[in-house]
Each structure stands twice: as structure tokens, then as C-alpha cells.
């Protein structure tokens, strides 16, 4: 069965820093990855994801992921941080089933930005 | 509408009443996911539509949650006779295709406590 492991819970940076946000699968064919992030009350909303071809995929408010397939990781990055982008990011793998990506997430990590 | 819309936004619910849990996909999108996000996890599949046919029900986590969408547009979730177990936020998600590569679409959830 898929899973995702995400090994940091909850990681402090300050603003202007770097970021990488770790993600491991388990999958057992060409994975389906995603990043999410959750904002307090919001939804769910997409960040980036991969299907196939490069794998260093691009995604909204500045970031990148990178598909390594021989660490089985989809680590999210981003080169600068800012204030706005404290919330709580999951990563997951997914299925195409029946048309519908059903998705595995991993349990999140929540990011805090020191000012 | 602009978005996924789910009602209520807050329910309370004591041990062993049900509960119905609305969900207004965006219009047109055929897909339909429920998901359950307990505290302090990632988001867990409980189920699939496209349009009214329920096409995967393995993440139901019990005989007590059924879900329906009569038309293949607005969705239920009920969950019957309430147990303390059941509290999580539960999240909808739609998407327009059923090719499995388009953008879930998630509301803000509705908060389930159980007392």
C-alpha cells in the first residue's frame, strides 16, 4: 500500500530564509506527488504536482519540488520565505483509479516563520 | 459557484445522534472525494463519485457512514448514531474531469465534534 512520510512536524524558519519541506513514499509503480497547503480554516489548496517528465516541478507562490525517484523523495523548496506562507503543508501520493486521483497523504508539517 | 462549499462549517453533535454533512461541488465538476482529517493528521480518503455513481466507498470506516449524491451534483455525508472516534474535520474535494490528472478543488471542511 502507498504511504508518505513526512519527518518533520513542525519546522520554525525566519523570514527571507530558505525552505525545504521533506516527503518520502512508498509506492510501488510511478507515483503520482503533490504538495498541498492548508491555511488556518481554509481548504486544501495545490501547490505543485507530478505526473511525469522533469523532475523538478515548479509550482504557485514560488515553489519547486523535486521527484527523486532512487530516494523515493519529493522534497518542497522554496529559496525565500515569507511571512504569508506559515501554514501547514502535506505532501501525497496518488492512485489514478476509476478516472479519480485517490489521494495518501502524509501527516503535514507545520511551518512557522520567525519575522 | 466559485468554489466548494461545505455546510455546516461547525457541528456538535452528542454521542449517538446523526449527522448530515452538506457538500456543493464547483458546477460541472464531475469528480466528488470525501475525505476525514483528524487532529494533528493528514487528510484520509473515505469515498469517490463520479457524477451520482459511487465508484469507491473502501475508506468508510464503518456501516455508520453512507454518502450519496442523488443528482451528480451536491453530496451527503451521514454518519449515524455519533461516536467519539468520529470527530475529525471532514473535507470535500471535486474536479472537472474523470481523466485523473486535474486539480482537486477542496472546501474548508466541516468540523465534527463529538461529545
Known amino acids: 500500500a502507498q504511504s508518505v512520510t513526512q519527518p518533520d512536524i513542525h519546522i520554525t524558519v525566519s523570514e527571507g530564509a530558505s525552505l525545504e519541506l521533506r516527503c518520502n513514499y512508498s509506492?510501488?509503480?510511478?507515483?503520482?506527488l503533490f504538495w498541498y497547503v492548508q491555511s488556518p480554516g481554509q481548504g486544501l489548496q495545490l501547490l505543485l504536482k507530478?505526473?511525469?517528465?522533469?523532475?523538478l516541478v515548479q509550482g504557485i507562490k514560488g515553489f519547486e519540488a523535486e521527484f527523486k525517484r532512487s530516494q523515493s523523495s519529493f522534497n518542497l523548496r522554496k529559496p525565500s520565505v515569507h511571512w504569508s506562507d506559515a501554514a501547514e503543508y502535506f505532501c501525497a501520493v496518488g492512485d489514478i483509479i476509476q478516472g479519480a486521483q485517490k489521494l495518501v497523504f502524509g501527516q503535514g508539517t507545520r511551518l512557522t516563520i520567525n519575522p | 459557484g466559485a468554489g466548494v462549499s461545505q455546510s455546516p462549517r461547525y457541528k456538535v453533535a452528542k454521542r449517538g445522534q446523526d449527522v448530515a454533512l452538506r457538500c456543493d461541488p464547483i458546477?460541472?465538476?464531475?469528480?466528488l472525494f470525501w475525505y476525514q482529517q483528524a487532529l494533528g493528521q493528514g487528510p484520509e480518503f473515505l469515498t469517490y463519485f463520479q457524477n451520482e455513481a459511487q465508484l469507491d466507498k473502501s475508506g468508510l470506516p464503518s456501516d455508520r457512514f453512507f454518502a450519496e449524491r442523488p443528482e451528480g451534483s451536491v453530496s451527503t455525508l451521514k454518519i449515524q448514531r455519533t461516536q467519539q472516534e468520529d470527530s475529525a474535520v471532514y473535507l470535500c474535494?471535486?474536479?472537472f474531469g474523470t481523466g485523473g490528472t486535474g486539480e482537486l478543488f477542496f472546501g474548508e471542511g466541516s468540523r465534527l465534534t463529538v461529545l
Open positions: 474535494a471535486s474536479s
Open positions: 507530478y505526473f511525469s517528465g522533469d523532475t
Open positions: 509506492y510501488g509503480a510511478t507515483p503520482y
Open positions: 458546477s460541472g465538476h464531475v469528480s
